[in-house]
């Protein structure tokens, strides 16, 4: 097991910004992804971002490129998003993930470990 455990998440106006933390725990390992889905009512769980922990390439959805950004702390074992100009469609439950699998961190299958998640609310 890989404990992930989430921070950040809160209330803001649509235009505003959060940034969520997501610390990792326990085993490290030499190649995989830290990265972001997010839930919305009555909606599937939907890939926002993740980035390879080794190289830190970064992959975003396309609602969200310019607007949010994935970032690490090696020393710390944490990732983080960074998220700016929230719409109140992006009002969710937002998922700190682990994936192993190279080239598959944006599908939700592939998924290895999931955080408890943490919720964003975006008001108009």
């Known amino acids: 097991q890989v404990p992930l455990v989430e921070s950040g998440g809160g209330l803001v106006q649509a235009g505003g910004s959060l940034r969520l933390s997501c610390a990792a725990s326990g085993r490290t390992f030499s190649s995989y992804y830290m990265g972001w889905f997010r839930q919305a009512p009555g909606k599937e769980r939907e890939f926002v971002a993740s980035?390879?922990?080794?190289?830190?390439?970064?992959y975003y959805a396309d609602s969200v490129k310019g607007r949010f950004t994935i970032s690490r702390d090696n020393a710390k074992n944490t990732v983080y998003l960074q998220m700016n100009s929230l719409r109140p469609e992006e009002t969710a439950v937002y998922y700190c993930t682990l994936t192993f699998s190279d080239g598959s961190s944006f599908n939700r299958a592939k998924v290895d470990y999931w955080g408890q998640g943490t919720q964003v609310t975006v008001s108009s």
């Open positions: 980035i390879r922990w080794f190289g830190g390439t970064t």
